[in-house]
């Protein structure tokens, strides 16, 4: 059968290189990359683009008439530090957009459906080293909220409807094609644009701040191996744990200093995103996505760094 994918929220850090890797794989007429902006990328050259927003009811369900997805992937999302700034419209985009795809999904017998969740399902009472699949769930971000009921939404359409929803708890994820869309750990993106510029880079986190982080392309590998993985074994219907490399601002900054020895790091003062910081892992443990569908990441930290560095010289 040929696969038909709908992208909502394409344009964003993780839909920029996503569509591309889907488009490769199943064909660039075949992914129908899906925002509410224009797109700036390769993305408008390389197949359709409609313009959608996840909270108009009537606009999904024509996308879902025009193209009968086979798959569809829900990445539209407000993040941690901006959802503070918005926190209703975090709630209601995060959880409606998602609510609203998983009926039509259901009415539109879409065989598969992927929404990400993220580290910020977790809060001040989890484990922090080696964060369970399993544990104590507290988060105190409008973003982790959302994204925690989002998961019991997705496990619970899993277990009433049969809907075979699969879905992954993202790290901070370090990339050079798309801009982050204003997460706390957007800064482990931004030391790098200013190694380059200046040298040096004034860090909104904490020295000592230890984050679980992953290369995208690891984390586009491991989003289509779940989603090419038998239904079978996926035995998670909320979302894996998933992880790369864990680091802190230091450990970054002395892996800059083997490409620029001269650059030095700063800390800026009572930023509102080292809250958020504190309360989440500084490790987790992946084994079940292991076990399952054998993830296995390729990038660490010092393999992220020299590849970051080589793309954002061209
Ligand atoms: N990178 C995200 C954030 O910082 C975590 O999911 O909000």
């Known amino acids: 059968m040929t696969e038909k994918i709908v992208v909502l929220g394409s344009n964003g850090q993780i839909g920029t290189e996503l569509v591309t890797a889907l488009r490769t794989a199943y064909g660039e007429s075949n992914v129908v990359a899906c925002d509410i902006r224009r797109p700036d990328y390769d993305i408008k050259n390389s197949g359709p683009f409609e313009f959608v927003n996840v909270l108009e009811k009537d606009t999904l369900n024509a996308i879902f008439q025009k193209y009968k997805p086979t798959q569809v992937y ?50 001040p009472n989890s484990p922090k080293d080696l964060t369970p699949q399993f544990c104590v769930m507290d988060p105190n971000t409008v973003y982790g909220i959302s994204k925690l009921a989002g998961e019991r939404w997705c496990e619970y359409y899993h277990q009433k409807f049969g809907l075979d929803v699969r879905s ?9 094609k798309a801009a ?46 779940l989603m090419d993985a038998n239904a079978d074994d996926i035995t998670i219907r909320s979302s894996y744990n998933f992880t790369g490399v864990s680091f802190t601002p230091e450990t970054l900054a002395d892996e800059i200093r083997k ?34 569908w054998g993830w296995k990441p390729e990038f660490d930290l010092g393999k992220l760094t020299a590849d970051m560095f080589k793309n954002l010289k061209k």
Do not use: C
């Open 74 to 123: 829900l990445l539209a999302a407000l993040l941690s530090a901006t959802g503070e700034q918005n926190p209703k419209l975090a709630w209601d985009l995060n959880m409606n957009g998602l609510l609203n795809i998983l009926d039509l999904a259901i009415t539109y017998k879409t065989a598969k459906v992927y929404w990400p969740s993220s580290i910020a399902v977790f809060g």
């Open 180 to 225: 982050p869309g204003g997460g706390t750990t957007d800064y482990a993106i931004h030391i790098f644009h200013d190694a380059l510029k200046k040298a040096s880079y004034t860090s909104f986190l904490n020295a000592g701040t230890e984050l679980p982080m992953m290369y995208m392309d690891d984390a586009i590998r491991g989003t289509i191996e």
């Open 168 to 176: 992954i708890r993202y790290p901070g994820l370090i990339s050079w």
């Open 259 to 292: 490409h620029i020895p001269e650059f030095t790091l700063n800390y800026g003062a009572n930023d509102p995103r080292q809250q958020i910081a504190d309360s989440w892992p500084r490790s987790i443990d992946d084994s079940y996505a292991a076990k399952d």
